[in-house]
C-alpha cells in the first residue's frame, strides 16, 4: 500500500492588513519524529506502518499562522511543489493529507479545494483521497467533489488533532482495501458563531455527534463550525455525515443534527463584556485569578497580537498583580534584550501594525527576565511544544508583560516559561479566543470574554464583508 501525505494551508483572515507570504510557511517536521501541530497525519501513518505494509511518501507542503490573505505566488509556488512531489511518488493508493480549509489567496477563494481537485486530477478517480481540518475550516463543493473523505476536528479547542488523524487513516485504509465504500452528505446550517465545546451546550452537542457515529452505515460525523473572519461564498457552518454507501440516512442524520444544533443557537454564545466592565469584575472578584480573554488580538485568527486596548485600560486603573501575554512586538523584545535582566528603561510596546492595535504605549520597564528560547507548552491537540522564540518578562507599573518574537496566540501556557507563577496573580490577560482555555480555566477563579477592538473582533456586523453568503444567523 503506497501513501502520500502532505502538510498544507493556513487560516486566512481577510480583514487581516498582512499578507500571507511564503516564507511564513513552515514545514511538517522541524526535526524527525518533531511535527507541526496540525501534522499529525504523518505522524499516524508513521506509527500504522510499523504495523502494517505501508510504503510512505511525504510532500512538501507548508503551514502559516493565520494571517491575511495568501498571496498568489505563495499559493502557486507550494501548490506546484506539492503537485510535483505527488506526480513522483505516482502510483499511489491513498492521498492523505493534513490541512486547515480556511486558506483564502489571492485569486483562489478556496486554495486547499483548489488543491484537492489538482491532486484529483492527478491521481485519477480511484485513488482514495482523505483530508483532516480544522473545524474553522470551509465545507466547499470543490472538496466534497474531489475527496473521498473530509475529517474535520470535533472539539474547540483542538484537544482531538490526533484522534481525528487516527480516524481519517484507519477510514482511507479500510477505503482502499474495499472494505467500505463513504459516502459524503453535507447539510448547511445557515449560521456562524462561536461555538466552544468544552462548555455546555455544544459539550452535549459533540457527544450526541459521537453517539450516532456507532450507528450501524454512519462512519464519521463532522460539525464544520465555520471561519467568520473570511469573507467567501462559502462562509457559514455546516453538517457533514459520511455513511457506508447510505446517502439517504447521511442526509437524515445532517438534517436531525442541523435543527438540534439550530435549536440551541441562542445558547452557544460566549457573555462578551467590554473592557471595562470585565476589569471591574475581575478587580472587585476576592477570588483569583481572574481570566480574561482578549479574543480581538488573537494571532490564531489573523490579528496581530500586538493591541494595547485592554494594557492601556489597566495602567489607567493602577491594576499591580497582573500579567499579560503573549505580546507580539519584536521591536520592543530586541531593545529590552539587549539591555538585560535587571536593566530599567523607557520603552514603547504595542500599537505598532495597525489601527486594529491600538495606540503605542510609552512606558517605564523592568527587565526581569531575558530567554534566548522558549516553549509554550500545548494543552490541546497532540500535546508538545510550540516556540516562542526569543522571549522578555518586563514589568510595567505593577503588570508582569510577557513580549514574543514569534506571533502566536496563548495556546497553553506562556507565563511559566519566563517564571510568572500566573495562578497567584490577580488578573491574568491572555491574548487567544478560545484555545487557551483548557490550559487556564481549571486554575481560575473565573474567566471572562472581553469584547475587545482588534483584528479579530467579535463584532461581524460591523465588517465590510464583500462575498459572504446573506442568510447567515446572528448576522442576518
Same mark, same amino acid.
Given at each position: 500500500?503506497?501513501? !502520500? ?9 481577510? !480583514?487581516s492588513?498582512?499578507p ?16 507541526h501541530?496540525?501534522g ?11 504495523q502494517?505494509?505501508?510504503d ?29 512531489d ?12 493534513a ?9 483562489y477563494?478556496?486554495?486547499?479545494g ?28 470543490n ?12 472539539e ?7 484522534d ?6 484507519d ?12 459516502v ?5 446550517c445557515n449560521?456562524?458563531?462561536? !461555538? ?13 455527534m ?13 460539525f464544520?463550525?465555520?471561519f ?6 462559502e ?13 439517504s ?12 444544533l ?6 452557544c ?21 481572574i481570566?480574561l ?15 494595547? !486596548? ?12 497582573a ?14 534584550y539587549?539591555?538585560?535582566v535587571?536593566?530599567k ?27 534566548p ?9 497532540s ?21 514574543v ?12 516559561p519566563?517564571?510568572i507563577?500566573?495562578?497567584s496573580?490577580?488578573?491574568?490577560v491572555?491574548k ?5 482555555y ?27 464583508y464583500?462575498a ?9
Amino acid at each position: 500500500m503506497r501513501i !502520500f501525505s502532505a502538510l498544507f494551508g493556513t487560516e486566512t483572515n481577510t !480583514f487581516s492588513p498582512f499578507p500571507t507570504s511564503i516564507d511564513q510557511f513552515e514545514p511538517n517536521e522541524r526535526k524527525p519524529g518533531e511535527y507541526h501541530l496540525f501534522g499529525q497525519v504523518l505522524r499516524v501513518l508513521r506509527e500504522r506502518a510499523e504495523q502494517e505494509k505501508l510504503d510512505i511518501v511525504q510532500g512538501r507542503g507548508g503551514f502559516a499562522e493565520p494571517n491575511g490573505m495568501t498571496t498568489r505566488a505563495a499559493y502557486e509556488t507550494l501548490r506546484d511543489r506539492l503537485l510535483a512531489d505527488l506526480r513522483a511518488a505516482m502510483p499511489v493508493d491513498i492521498v492523505a493529507l493534513a490541512m486547515h480549509g480556511a486558506m483564502i489567496a489571492d485569486g483562489y477563494e478556496d486554495a486547499e479545494g483548489d488543491l484537492i481537485a489538482e491532486v484529483r486530477r492527478i491521481v485519477g478517480p480511484d485513488v482514495v483521497i482523505g483530508v483532516e481540518l480544522d473545524l474553522h475550516g470551509f465545507l466547499s463543493k470543490n472538496k466534497v467533489e474531489n475527496a473521498d473523505i473530509l475529517i474535520f476536528f470535533k472539539e474547540y479547542p483542538h484537544l482531538d488533532i490526533l484522534d481525528r488523524a487516527r480516524e481519517l487513516v484507519d477510514l482511507c485504509l479500510r477505503t482502499a482495501r474495499r472494505q467500505i465504500k463513504p459516502v459524503m452528505s453535507v447539510v448547511p446550517c445557515n449560521m456562524i458563531a462561536q !461555538f466552544m465545546t468544552l462548555r455546555e451546550p455544544m459539550s452535549s452537542f459533540v457527544r450526541r455527534m459521537k453517539d450516532l457515529e456507532s450507528t450501524d452505515g454512519v462512519l464519521s460525523i463532522s460539525f464544520v463550525h465555520g471561519f467568520a473572519w473570511g469573507d467567501c461564498s462559502e462562509l457559514g457552518s455546516k453538517m457533514l455525515v459520511i455513511t457506508d454507501g447510505q446517502k439517504s440516512l447521511g442526509d437524515a442524520v445532517a438534517a436531525q443534527l442541523r435543527d438540534e444544533l439550530f435549536a440551541i443557537r441562542e445558547r452557544c454564545f460566549a457573555e462578551y463584556l467590554d473592557i471595562e466592565t470585565a476589569l471591574t469584575e475581575a478587580t472587585q472578584s476576592p477570588a483569583h485569578p481572574i481570566v480574561l480573554a482578549d479574543v480581538a488580538d488573537n494571532s490564531g485568527g489573523g490579528a496581530a497580537g500586538d493591541s494595547t !486596548f485592554v494594557l492601556e485600560a489597566m495602567l489607567k486603573r493602577g491594576v499591580t498583580e497582573a500579567c499579560v501575554g503573549p505580546f507580539y512586538d519584536p521591536g520592543a523584545l530586541a531593545i529590552c534584550y539587549s539591555a538585560g535582566v535587571g536593566a530599567k528603561l523607557p520603552v514603547r510596546i504595542g500599537g505598532k501594525h495597525s489601527l486594529a492595535s491600538g495606540r503605542p504605549l510609552d512606558v517605564e520597564a523592568r527587565v526581569l527576565n531575558c530567554a534566548p528560547t522558549a516553549d509554550m507548552l500545548n494543552c490541546f491537540g497532540s500535546g508538545g511544544t510550540t516556540p516562542m522564540g526569543r522571549s522578555v518578562r518586563i514589568d510595567v507599573a505593577g503588570i508582569d508583560v510577557v513580549l514574543v518574537e514569534r506571533r502566536i496566540q496563548a495556546l497553553g501556557d506562556v507565563f511559566t516559561p519566563l517564571g510568572i507563577d500566573w495562578r497567584s496573580r490577580k488578573i491574568v490577560v491572555v491574548k487567544s479566543a478560545n484555545h487557551f482555555y483548557a490550559a487556564y480555566a481549571p486554575s481560575a477563579a473565573k474567566v471572562l470574554f472581553v469584547d475587545s477592538p482588534g483584528g479579530a473582533s467579535m463584532n461581524w456586523k460591523e465588517l465590510n464583508y464583500r462575498a459572504r453568503p446573506r442568510n447567515l444567523w446572528p448576522m442576518d
